[in-house]
């Protein structure tokens, strides 16, 4: 971005914070509406953006927004002008919606909106008079994406499913390519009480004729994605059948990795990012991009992939954000992450010993979460994030001394007050780290926090 175009956003930086208090009014993401009619509405009164250009849809229960990333990465090393939509953003609501791997501009958001505001009013005032909730938080923001990407206009949408599959928002869109990465149990009160019952929300946004790319699944939800493939006669690849991982070595500043796709192998690629759970992430999303990309049966071109994911990021995903203490930031929030985050940190990093700060949101399963993180946490720094869902600090701090010692678990009902306290302790000694998980909103705040700070230099 050159300083004029810079400066020229900067001016519409007050009516984008005017936008982003406009979504805030509606009904939070916490609370999605199950339904698609409103949002499809929406789309048909501004003229189907978001079937503009084909889409990439991805939805699970862990990977998926790290997963989407790659995906986008490398469509856009192959040339390929990218719409990227996921969620939840760290800091800034521009994250959510990116174009050709930058966040929305103000001015774009703000051109948009305006755009889009009166079919909104339109559809809000209909649900209103029978008696139904108005557009969500995540219906309109869905919506506002659509928009963007076809004012941008771009060549394909990556859409990553804001909670579920079937009725979620983003599934207004039809995928020409279903991606799913790990599925687990999360958002039960919303999805289901079974990854049987999860799989088959998620597995809703399988298309007709579309293909389905898929991690390994437990059995019961690989179960349930097949039968929804063969109902919808969609081509189903599967991760260790039809494409894999083959190797991951640690190497500074992440990992190489060689992926079997479906055409073609890619050897000794550099992805930037740390945990194998990465590294398979990596081979979906090259599998995806495979399928949308001459239909599977060509490979793509290994300097493509090796630029794509050379350039992969994933914001809150193990990101390094202060160094002297080190400070890693990770958006586990359920015991499945949680696992794969305290693998990485064994696997990827040879710290002695570790100070966990850690928030957990009330619908989360906070035991799971704590049993899985208890064997690489020194201490546990209890504490809440702003969301007004956080589990209260006294009653986290109870959960963490079921699977912790008394004196390993500290509460703070500041998360400041924790995060400087473990600064202090880990600089106090050779070879310790912090490490700041358990809540994508604390996440956010941390980030912020390492920001203002000048954590790194």
Not at 16 to 32: N, Q
Not at 314 to 321: A, F, K, T, V, Y
Request: with cysteine; glycine share 8%; charged share 20%.
């Amino acid at each position: 971005m050159t300083d004029e175009a810079f400066d020229e956003d900067e001016l519409f930086q007050r009516e984008a914070d005017e936008v982003y208090a406009e979504l805030l009014v509606r009904i939070g993401e916490a609370t999605p509406q199950p339904r698609l009619e409103p949002t499809r509405k929406v789309c048909e009164l501004l003229g189907d953006p978001q079937r503009t250009a084909p889409v990439i849809h991805i939805t699970g229960t862990n990977g998926k927004t790290s997963t989407s990333r790659m995906i986008e990465a490398i469509l856009r090393a192959a040339g390929v002008k990218t719409g990227l939509l996921t969620s939840p953003h760290l800091v800034k609501v521009n994250e959510r919606i990116v174009i050709d791997g930058l966040p929305v501009s103000n001015e774009a958001l703000v051109r948009n909106w305006r755009d889009i505001a009166p079919y909104l009013a339109i559809v809000d005032a209909e649900l209103l008079a029978n008696g139904e909730e108005a557009l969500s938080y995540f219906e309109a923001l869905t919506v506002l994406g659509f928009a963007i990407f076809a004012d941008a206009p771009v060549d394909v949408m990556v859409l990553e499913v804001g909670m579920g599959g079937e009725w979620d928002s983003t599934n207004v869109a039809d995928g020409q390519v279903a991606v799913f990465t790990p599925i687990a149990l999360d958002h039960q009160a919303r999805l289901g009480n079974t990854i049987a019952e999860i799989a088959t929300t998620k597995g809703g946004i399988i298309k007709p004729a579309a293909t389905v790319v898929t991690a390994m699944q437990p059995l019961e939800a690989m179960d349930e994605l097949r039968a929804a493939a063969v109902l919808d006669e969609a081509e189903m690849l599967i991760e260790m059948v039809d494409f894999a991982l083959e190797s991951t070595t640690v190497a500074v500043g992440g990992q190489v990795i060689t992926v079997r796709g479906r055409a073609g192998t890619y050897s000794d690629v550099f992805l930037p990012l740390y945990g194998d759970y990465q590294g398979q992430n990596a081979a979906v999303a090259i599998a995806a991009v495979e399928s949308f990309i001459g239909n599977g049966t060509v490979p793509l071109d290994p300097d493509v992939v090796a630029a794509g994911l050379a350039n992969a990021t994933s914001p809150g995903r193990l990101q390094l954000i202060g160094i002297e203490p080190t400070v890693f930031v990770d958006a586990a929030h359920n015991p499945h992450g949680a696992k794969a985050l305290a693998a990485a940190m064994t696997e990827y990093f040879d710290f002695q010993r570790i100070a966990v700060v850690i928030a957990v949101l009330g619908d989360k399963d906070a035991h799971g979460i704590f049993a899985e993180l208890a064997p690489v946490a020194d201490r546990f720094h209890v504490t809440t994030s702003q969301s007004d869902r956080a589990t209260p600090v006294d009653d986290l701090a109870d959960i963490a001394r079921s699977v912790a010692a008394e004196d390993a678990v500290i509460p703070f009902e500041d998360f400041a007050e924790a995060v400087e306290t473990a600064r202090a302790w880990a600089a106090d000694g050779p070879s310790r780290a912090v490490l700041i998980t358990g809540s994508i909103t604390l996440v956010g705040e941390a980030i912020a926090l390492a920001d203002a700070g000048e954590w790194k230099p």
